[in-house]
Nanobody
């Protein structure tokens, strides 16, 4: 069994910054080679891809709306992924979810991730 826990959400004014963290733990074999991603879901909307990173950190993907503002990074030793969010906008308001995939390639698709955290709320006021 794998547990995924996000932290770091909160309320911030437009233009501000937040850093999300996601720690995964559980069966060691699952973490031999894994990828991680961040998704978000605003009220009344579907869960959408935000950023993803592969096992080695050599491949990073962002949705267009966050490019240049968000940075994803990964610490394999700690089985942790981070999302640094700068220049936040009200439209970034959502519950942010971390997801772990048991293969080393990142993906933009919800269905291709194996384990999910419970989410952390990010609210950006105008």
């Amino acid at each position: 069994q794998v547990q995924v826990t996000e932290s770091g959400g909160g309320l911030v004014q437009a233009g501000g910054s937040l850093r999300l963290s996601c720690a995964a733990s559980g069966s060691g074999r699952f973490f031999n080679r894994y990828a991680m991603g961040w998704f978000r879901q605003a009220p009344g909307k579907e869960r959408e891809f935000v950023a993803g990173i592969n096992w080695s950190g050599s491949v990073i993907d962002y949705t267009d709306s966050v490019k240049g503002r968000f940075t994803i990074s990964k610490d394999n030793a700690k089985i942790t992924v981070y999302l640094q969010m700068n220049s936040l906008k009200p439209e970034d308001t959502a519950v942010y979810y971390c997801a772990v995939r048991g293969i080393p390639v990142t993906s933009r698709y919800v269905r291709e991730y194996d384990y999910w955290g419970q989410g952390t709320q990010v609210t950006v006021s105008s």
